[in-house]
């Protein structure tokens, strides 16, 4: 049962949600980042797109997602709160050092070492909040804690962006990174390891068993039937996975398609997605769970309803976006649909700490992150970095067809004719001197490839809200097993 001795003001549960949050936005500054200044490691180091899309998905989430399982596994057992400041620690360390790589494999090879550190930040912050905050709040914080990656990817691109211009990406990875060394401090010393379950006085918390390796697999595996093994949830997991997916694709080469079709400046390119991922998606990540908290009155599918129809409404306002020929037009449209592509984030992860019991919280937060990354995180930038650079190949090869059903039509003739983009344009750009109708054809392949490349990604956004569709049936018959709502504590 729950130590009925230990009690926590409201004042000092915002403070410890503070931050978690602050460790969460740096998480995120320090992956984000590499959004804003990748067009200009992409021309320092000449790079490709799926190269782009490497560093930012699947060199990160790689270990990011497999050592996920086991420190939460760790965290069910240890301290939470040492766990999360020794991660800020190696994720801050590993960003900083970015900074000295000096070709593609030295990056790449750091960006793991992010990752590794960052497995250790949400499975044990969102226990930690749980046994903070009751189920009738958990969105609502949730949706705080979540509020971290617009948060972070405003830092990101405005600092990264500004950086990028004035001292060079080498210097942004050192200077964003040095300051998660002071925040792991402040959350050892301040944060306070509250009893499993605290929020919860009206279930039983049975301490954990003794480790062993048949005990592990039996958690694993009721954490996973409690996720996949049932119509609502399974959809859920689908819906979140494939909106990431489209998500992070879309949002590794956003930043850079402004430098490319604009012709910006990073600090300029920093400052627009700066506004989009901080205010706007922060309005939405915000909104999304006291929205989704509030309409749950009214019947727990909102948990589902609220997901479906914002990331609906936003792709058709993402596609205007992306098809404006003026980039101050194109900007202004892109602020309206961050705030309904991120409803889904706190919903979420309210759902998924609410149907496992306070000793499987971690863990379930853990493989929800596995399976979310390995494909949305690891895939997403890979495949869209992949899509921009077969397309802007197609646009090569025909410079007169300039159209979407035209780039995938000729997807592929690159690889027949030899007339090869990334030789001829290194780094995306003409070589210097190259004569000037090169350096156009360069430029409009480019620019036609990246458009069409995120213009693609969306169509993911709305197989996602399709499947947030589907778990809305069912969805409240499946929370109503859980035990009754506690009052707050």
């Known amino acids: 049962m729950t130590d009925e001795r230990v009690s926590f003001s409201d004042g000092y549960k915002r403070a410890v949600l503070g931050l978690l949050l602050a460790a969460y936005t740096f998480n995120f500054i320090d992956r984000t980042i590499l959004a804003t200044i990748g067009q200009a490691i992409k021309v320092d180091l000449a790079l490709t797109d799926t190269q782009l899309g ?3 998905g699947l060199a990160f989430a790689i270990l990011y997602t497999l050592l996920g399982v086991p420190i939460a596994r760790l965290a069910e057992r240890r301290n939470r709160v040492s766990i999360i400041a020794l991660s800020v620690v190696v994720w801050s360390g590993f960003t900083a050092a970015c900074g000295l790589a000096a070709s593609f494999a030295a990056l790449l090879a750091l960006r793991v070492g992010v990752g590794i550190g960052e497995a ?23 949706s705080i804690y979540a509020f971290g990656i617009p948060l972070g990817a405003m830092i990101g691109a405005m600092a990264g962006g500004w950086l990028a211009q004035h001292v060079g990406w080498r210097w942004a ?34 301490a954990p068993a003794p480790w062993s390796a048949g005990m592990e697999i039996r958690e694993l595996a009721a954490v996973a039937k409690a996720l996949f093994g049932n119509w609502p949830m399974l959809n859920i997991m689908l819906g979140v996975t494939l909106a990431s997916f489209a998500g992070y694709g879309a949002g590794q080469f956003s930043a850079p398609y402004f430098n ?5 400046d990073y600090a300029t390119v920093g400052l627009i997605f700066g506004a989009i991922g901080g205010l706007s998606a922060g309005v939405g ?72 019991e306070p000793h499987r919280r971690a863990t379930a937060a853990a493989v929800m992150l596995l ?19 077969a397309l802007a190949q197609s646009h090569f090869t025909h410079p007169d067809q300039s159209g979407l059903l035209a780039g995938l039509s000729h997807l592929f003739d690159g690889a027949r004719t030899g007339d090869r983009f990334a030789v001829a344009c290194p780094g995306g750009l003409a070589p210097h001197g190259a004569a000037t109708a090169l350096v156009e ?3 409009a392949a480019e620019v036609a490839g990246t458009r069409q490349g995120i213009l693609l990604a969306f169509a993911f956004t709305l197989w996602g809200a399709f499947h947030y569709l589907l778990a809305s049936f069912g969805l409240e018959r499946r929370l109503a097993q859980l035990p009754p709502l506690a009052a707050d504590v």
């Open 260 to 264: 490319r079709a604009f012709g910006l």
């Open 371 to 389: 399976f979310l990354n390995i494909i949305a995180l690891g895939g997403g930038p890979v495949f869209i970095g992949w899509l921009i650079d």
């Open 173 to 206: 990875f050192v200077i964003v990174g040095a300051p998660g060394l002071v925040l792991a401090a402040l959350i050892k010393l301040w944060v306070r390891e509250p009893p499993r379950g605290w929020s919860e006085p009206e279930r039983t918390h049975p």
């Open 285 to 356: 990540t915000l909104a999304g769970g006291f929205v989704s908290d509030r309409m749950a009155r009214h019947g727990a599918r909102w948990y589902a309803l609220a997901p479906a129809i914002g990331l609906a409404i936003s792709v058709p306002l993402s596609i205007a976006g992306y098809v404006q020929a003026d980039w101050k037009i194109a900007a202004a449209v892109l602020l309206t649909p961050a705030i309904f592509s991120y409803v889904y984030l706190a919903p979420t992860f309210a759902v998924v700490q609410n149907v496992v």
């Open 120 to 142: 250790g930040c949400s499975p044990p912050s969102h226990s930690l909040i749980s046994d903070y905050f009751p189920r009738q709040r958990r969105a609502s914080a949730l």
């Open 54 to 56: 490497l560093l930012g």
């Open 441 to 443: 054809r360069c430029h």
